[in-house]
């Protein structure tokens, strides 16, 4: 069960290290050239539409690396899930604290600098998804290695 889990855990960490890189390198440059009699109602669909898209990766994703810290895999190195859990707690966070309410201003007060502060305060996501799914691959190769 817990090799499901972790195959599970994997598979959501890279669907949302592709979405954070297509958001970084697409996404955003172009909501920072929206005009700003269309960036209220452009942003109101961004947050819909990303929310279809991020809220069932990142509920596994969360849900699967709570799992991994009660019960590891055999054959993984022990700290490598809690490295992922803290690079996971560094994405959420920057999440929470960084690009929510940059989309919160842009959504009710937009302004020229709201898409290239977006794109800037988005890096250490990108960075910590991306390191994450890398902790992941290594945890999925120990796995299959131990057996």
Not at 4 to 20: D, E, H, P, R, Y
Not at 65 to 80: C, D, E, H, I, R
Not at 111 to 125: E, F, S, Y
Request: with cysteine; net charge neutral; charged share 10%.
């Amino acid at each position: 069960m817990i090799d499901a889990v972790l195959i599970a855990n994997l598979v959501a960490s890279c669907v949302m290290t592709g979405v954070i890189w297509f958001v970084q390198h697409v996404h955003y440059p172009l909501l920072a050239q929206v005009e700003m009699g269309q960036a209220v109602a452009v942003a109101e669909e961004h947050q819909r539409r990303t929310g279809h898209v991020v809220a069932l990766p990142m509920a596994i994703e969360g849900l699967t690396t709570l799992a991994l810290l009660a019960q590891q895999s055999a054959g993984v190195t022990w700290f490598l899930p809690w490295i992922g859990a803290i690079l996971l707690a560094v994405a959420l966070g920057c999440t929470v604290f960084l690009s929510v309410p940059l989309h919160a201003k842009m959504a009710t007060n937009p302004d020229a600098l709201v898409g290239a502060k977006l794109v800037a305060t988005n890096w250490p996501r990108t960075f910590a998804w991306s390191l994450r799914a890398v902790v992941c691959v290594v945890m999925v190769v120990q796995m299959v290695n131990h057996r």
